[in-house]
C-alpha cells in the first residue's frame, strides 16, 4: 500500500517535467495543488 502510494507519487512529480510550457497561471495552480499534495505525503510518515 505504501510502496504503491510512493510510486503513484514520484510519477506525479515527473509529470511537472512536461508542462513547463503551459501558462504562468495554469502553472502556479499546480504549483499550489503539489504543495497540498506534498503536505499530506508528509503527514502519512509522521
Do not use: G, V
Not at 14 to 22: A, G, H, R, V, Y
Not at 31 to 45: D, S
Amino acid at each position: 500500500m505504501l510502496h504503491a502510494f510512493a510510486l503513484k507519487f514520484t510519477i506525479y512529480n515527473k509529470k511537472f517535467e512536461f508542462i513547463s510550457e503551459l501558462p504562468d497561471y495554469f502553472l502556479t495552480f499546480i504549483k499550489k495543488n503539489n504543495l497540498k499534495i506534498k503536505e499530506r505525503f508528509k503527514k502519512l510518515f509522521k
